[in-house]
């Protein structure tokens, strides 16, 4: 096979390549795919047989098999990094005998990887799968635009046009139009990485012709939907087993001093990357950073390695080009990098990523991942490395972020639940009956609803057409008749409130959903308008449906546990007093009127926990229910099924919904219930701890190091309590007390202050404004001058057969720990002898922060581990008659 040859079209090229020295137009390359046959071999390992693999085939079989069928929408075929995305995008095209094929990439080192694959049929020659007689394409390659018509339609006398998103985005209309007006097929490669604008323009311009999306994660970094079918989905796990992504190996590091974080990781990475030289590995580390000035400070802590030959690698950095292909030559074992080396960088050497700054979701995480995946000659698993102490970390990324998460299952896992989350969105569109740009929009309403009695003869949603009057308009709508839903929008112009003048307006949108549960015999409507016409569209939809109002309502509020209620307001049968809104300890005080039916309720808002996670709801007697967020429409319908079964449970008493509720009252002193924890505001915690310290005259230590506990000994004035701050310099009293309003203040007795970088001030000073949570052993909390607690009861009475006796002859019982002299006398020492023999790890924890005094694990055949907390008391007098007193204070 000869050369590839080249012709330049102004910043565009037109390339091909001749077969056995003869060259041919792009309408006899076309002529030759028609009349040849392609040969859809697969690879046999055992056999040494080359071939496709079967994540190649499926998406092969399913992009043919999709074209020849009656959906003309985009389709999207999702295949993990590393298992042949490019080879089966050059098969669907010969196989498929496309026309004339529009590939869009999202890069220029991806450009020119497809266009070399593309004259040459990649792998397809060497496996046979095409014959002598399959000509190679002529393949076109747009850089930068055209100038004229002369230059298009040298670029159209092609078979395959190559393009980066970034040069369609600058097409003119008419150009761009005129080009894809030729073009047969839509291929995008890494569809997550075009932007939702750009996107829509290209496949605006292909409607009614196929369009086909490979990625490898069929969600955007922008966190908007790629939209199209996913027609073939081989999974990540599936990836794994077959053996085509490489097994992932976490590396944490535990760094709470931010200042040293860098040097943390940046020593793991080298440590690894040695490790991995020594044992043959042809290895290179990428580390990762957020920003240029970021990346320039992390290259200082590689740039000592000489040896490795650290490379500092950005879009502004000078002579970048020479730089990649040194890397490709594996001439640098350390890149520091800004989101660089993406798609259509192909680097299976890439294996050990330093992760400086977090990703900030998860679906860049899961691209990122991708890039040190692939297998080849002389590479193990790939190796990630980052500081599991970092406060920065994204909350849809923490699971990744434990010391003890095993990165093979979660990113599989995490991967597998996002696309099905895809998938049901996209099960839920393809059941609408016409086209729609509301279905391409995104919508996210907020999650709200309204919800009304109908019988099943009376759902119409057709009649909706009627809806719309002289001051607003139908602008578009879908109807799903499967799912029973509908939505649409309406504009209105509304007079500007700041002339009095006519001529102007201000344009509304407004948007529309209904939801019809068969199952419940329940319409559901959200309106975005506020004001919107809701009675009239249920009088269309659904006849006289009947609004459920009034007391079934607030039914949604039950099942949520440790419910909060942060306002209620109540319709009160009072001269003067229709109205009146309570929050925080007034809400405990209204109870006894809602139940003795002097009060009704009118609205409530809350939190509580439902199925493990944080929910809020909110409730309206007028019949309005809905919560604190906002979610696509389908996740729309799936909360309006759950709301829909609340509400239509008889079984649920709403006002002792309100008494299961968390109370809350003032303090007037400290109750006599034992305190069991002390935790630092929530204020600090969300701050980056590394950088505060407390300090006294004496010392200064990092916040990290100290521990808020509760003293031994407490004054006997119920309106102060004692804890103390723990550091390894000792304790340190500070003292809290109530004054006449309720209020917390604090005293410190070592003048401790608090420092955030140079700013200082008194530590009682800042817990006067930010004061400590205090948790009591009845599950109630104290905060500042409140105390929360439930009304449910959780004290459960214990099997004492469950007691083991044991001797403690000859042991002081009031010496709790065995000290680092092994006290053989000690409660501590005396249990370790008692139990050492029935685990294989038996650790002595004592100490400040501990998690126990003693931590015990066995290993059960290796498929479980037993680990056992097992905490120590001592008691202040060494006689019998000395414990009761000291269990009870906790």
């Known amino acids: 096979m000869s050369s590839p040859y080249e012709k330049k079209i102004g910043n565009s090229t037109l390339s091909w390549q001749q077969l056995d020295g003869i060259e041919k137009t792009h309408e006899e390359v076309f002529e030759s795919w028609e009349q040849s046959l392609f040969l859809f071999k697969e690879e046999n390992i055992a056999c040494e047989t080359e071939g496709l693999r079967p994540p190649q085939l499926g998406g092969i079989f399913a992009a043919l098999g999709y074209e020849k069928s009656d959906d003309k929408g985009a389709a999207s075929i999702v295949m993990p990094t590393g298992t042949g995305k490019t080879e089966t995008i050059l098969s669907i095209v010969v196989a498929g005998k496309f026309k004339k094929t529009l590939v869009v990439v999202p890069s220029d080192p991806l450009r020119k990887q497809t266009q070399k694959k593309f004259i040459q049929l990649g792998l397809l020659r060497q496996f046979g799968l095409i014959t002598t007689e399959t000509a190679n394409p002529v393949v076109a390659t747009i850089k930068h635009g055209v100038n004229d018509d002369f230059e298009l339609l040298q670029l159209l006398q092609s078979n395959v046009i190559v393009a980066s998103a970034s040069a369609l985005a600058k097409f003119p209309k008419e150009y761009l139009l005129k080009l894809t007006k030729e073009c047969s097929h839509l291929i995008v490669d890494e569809a997550h990485h075009v932007t939702a604008v750009t996107w829509a323009r290209v496949k605006s311009c292909f409607q009614n012709k196929p369009v086909f999306q490979f990625t490898a994660t069929p969600f955007r970094s922008d966190c908007s939907r790629i939209e199209g079918k996913i027609i073939f989905n081989y999974s990540l796990k599936a990836a794994q087993h077959d053996g085509y992504f490489k097994p992932i190996e976490f590396h944490p590091v535990r760094e709470f001093v931010e200042e040293k974080s860098d040097q943390a990781i940046a020593n793991k990475a080298i440590e690894l990357l ?110 990630f490395i980052a500081n599991i102490a970092n406060p920065n970390v994204n909350e849809s990324l923490e699971e990744l972020y434990r010391e003890d998460s095993d990165w093979n299952i979660l990113i599989s896992d995490i991967s597998a639940g996002k696309i099905k989350d895809e998938k049901d969105y996209q099960e839920f569109r393809s059941k609408f009956s016409a086209p729609s740009k509301l279905l391409d929009l995104g919508l996210t309403p907020s999650i709200s609803t309204t919800i009304y009695k109908m019988k099943a003869s009376k759902w119409t949603p057709a009649n909706f057409q009627n809806f719309s009057n002289k001051y607003f308009q139908l602008v578009d709508s879908t109807i799903n008749d499967e799912q029973d839903t509908l939505i649409f929008s309406v504009k209105s112009y509304i007079p500007v409130g700041w002339a009095s003048s006519k001529e102007l307006f201000d344009e509304f949108w407004g948007l529309y959903i209904a939801y019809y549960d068969k199952e419940l015999s329940l319409l559901f409507i959200h309106s975005s308008d506020k004001d919107g016409l809701v009675k009239k569209l249920v009088k269309l939809l659904a006849g006289n449906a009947i609004q459920i109002k009034g007391e079934h309502v607030f039914r949604a509020l039950a099942g949520l546990k440790r419910l909060k209620l942060q306002n209620v307001g109540l319709n009160k049968n009072k001269q003067g007093l229709r109205y009146s809104m309570h929050t925080g300890t007034e809400i405990n005080e209204q109870i006894p009127d809602i139940e003795a039916k002097r009060a009704i309720k009118s609205n409530i808002f809350g939190k509580g926990y439902e199925d493990g996670g944080l929910v809020s709801v909110g409730c309206s007697h007028k019949g309005k229910v809905w919560a604190m967020d906002s979610d696509s429409v389908d996740k729309w319908v799936s909360w309006c099924k759950i709301i829909g079964r609340k509400i239509l449970d008889d079984s649920i008493d709403t006002n002792q919904v309100l008494k299961t509720a968390m109370q809350t009252e003032e303090l007037k002193e400290f109750p006599d219930i034992p305190v069991l924890l002390v935790e630092w505001p929530v204020e600090i915690l969300r701050k980056n701890e590394s950088t505060i310290t407390i300090s006294s005259i004496k010392w200064k230590e990092s916040l990290v190091n100290c521990e808020l506990a509760v003293s031994n000994t407490q004054n006997a004035d119920t309106k102060m309590f004692a804890f103390d701050l723990v550091t390894d310099y000792g304790k340190s009293r500070i003292l809290a007390s109530l004054n006449s309003a309720g209020e917390m203040i604090f005293r410190s007795e070592d003048n401790l202050r608090i420092n955030f970088g140079e700013q200082q001030q008194e530590l009682s000073e800042y817990f006067n404004e930010y004061p400590p949570t205090f948790f009591l052993s009845d599950t109630s909390i104290i905060d500042g001058g409140l105390r929360y607690y439930p009304t449910e009861e959780y004290a459960y009475l214990y099997d004492k057969n469950n007691i083991d006796d044991w001797d403690w002859s000859n042991i002081d019982i009031s ?73 009870k204070g906790g």
């Open 274 to 383: 040695k490790a991995d030289l020594d044992a043959g590995l042809n290895h290179i580390v990428m580390a990762r950073a957020r920003t240029i000035k970021r990346a320039e400070k992390i290259f200082e802590l590689y740039a000592v390695e000489k040896e490795l030959n650290p490379v500092l690698l950005h879009n502004n950095v000078k002579k970048k080009n020479n730089i990649l292909e040194n890397i490709k030559r594996c001439k640098h074992r350390i890149i520091i990098c800004v989101d660089m080396l993406g798609e259509g960088f192909d680097l299976p050497q890439l294996k050990i990523s330093a992760i400086h700054d977090p990703h900030k979701s998860i679906n860049i995480m899961l691209q990122f991942t991708g890039r040190f995946t692939r297998k080849a000659d002389k590479v193990g698993t790939a190796k």
């Open 815 to 887: 010496k709790e720990s065995q000290t680092e002299h092994k006290l053989t006398n000690s409660i501590q020492y005396h249990t370790i002898q008692q139990i050492k023999n029935d685990y294989d790890v038996v650790f002595d924890d004592d100490g400040s922060g501990e998690i126990a005094d003693i931590v015990s694990i066995k290993n059960i055949e290796d498929k479980e581990l037993i680990i056992d907390l097992f905490h120590c008391k001592y008691c202040p007098k060494n006689k019998k008659r000395g414990r009761y007193t000291w269990c």
